[in-house]
DNA sequence: GCAAAAGTGTTACAGTTACACCCATGG
DNA sequence: CCATGGGTGTAACTGTAACACTTTTGC
């Protein structure tokens, strides 16, 4: 086994690395986090994976995220790495968001379910700690970045949109503020389409993919 | 070797860990950064070791920052994760800020040395990348939290904190909203020290170690 | 025609920026 | 007494927050 030629260690410590996904989607008008049981500890854990030889972080991350909801494609990010000096592993922790419609797809064998962010089962070790730090980067993240629409499909109106904000803020939000600025912001842009239902119909937005957002943005919420 | 027992992998891959710490200073007005000689490569690298069986991921870098710059306190923060699937190495890497007036202590026998931001030699690997979204955070973070001091000596002026700021964020600021800005953000406070010198003595100030700051608080520089 | 959700502008206020002069010391 | 850097307040402006009614559809 190669060491990296850029380094030389004396004791040439050798690690696992287990990538974990804290997965968040929004549910029955809840923030819902992903959690694998694991009977033989009586708790629940993030879900993860070792990370294999011939795959990224990143890719290894994607694969768990398939693995536990079936989905192919999710916004990933990287959240933090913790390296515990006892055991001989290193965590590498990343977020995904991903839409609650698209979940209909059966999980994995893999005991692993759903639960609101605020009223968790007891978990292992320090993941409750990550759990917290993951909701508290989403929360700034939507601040100033608007990834809001990650949980939603790919078309949405305005108002499903304000209501992930209100709902992962924890506050409620003026509409008029809300649509002008979100619409300012240019990362969003309207379609055609129109969602029928009780009302009046709705425009419905899509995604600017082009959009280069968050680079020097200000804050778009309080 | 014990494996991590929440993540049972097939084929069990191990990698060597490196941490790599990007080290910022102010010298002679200018924002620099300390690199390690690789003439192997005919190149520079971030300075960086491998992580042993018995430190943690910080313990490591403060050690990195310790042997290459003779300091045993920095202000230490985790930047991101890097895995090649090429190479078996993984590579944690962390940016630290260091008092310009404290680096007398002679460097290590290592070739390391510093080099201004603007005008950097050429760099193995993807260090020139690292470098660059180190630079980047460490701007974004200077504009709402405050670290600036963390380059100063324990007893700074306004002048120098300001001046310190201008450095780093390539502009001028207005020298009485600077001033309003950083007192009001309460996370440094003046003390009856006084630097004599050339012109009217500046009142001393020094950091708040008990201050919050930061949380929820506004950007305090455009 | 009414219930239900979508959509739309303006005003008051707060925070930010721009700006110029006096002060204390050393030489 | 003068050169040098330290220290101070206000007014215009810009961005933010608060607020209520009209529109479109399904039933």
Redesign the interface.
Known sequence: ??????????????????VYVVVFTLRENRLQVLLND?PSAGAW?IP????????????TAAQCVAKYTGLHEAYLE?L??????D????S?VYFALVPADSLLTPLDESAADWFPVDTLPPL??DHGDILTYALRRLRYKLEYSAVGFELLPDYFSLSELQSTYEIILGEKLDKRNFRRRILQAGIIESTPRRRTGEGRPAQLYRYRPDAVAEVKA??LFP
């Open positions: 086994m190669d060491k990296s030629p850029l380094i030389t260690s004396n004791h040439s410590a050798l690690f696992q690395i287990d694991l854990q993860g994976l070792a990370l294999p030889t011939d795959l990224s972080l990143e890719e990287q933090y790495t913790y390296g515990d000096p055991r001989n592993a290193v590498v292992i070790l200000r804050r």
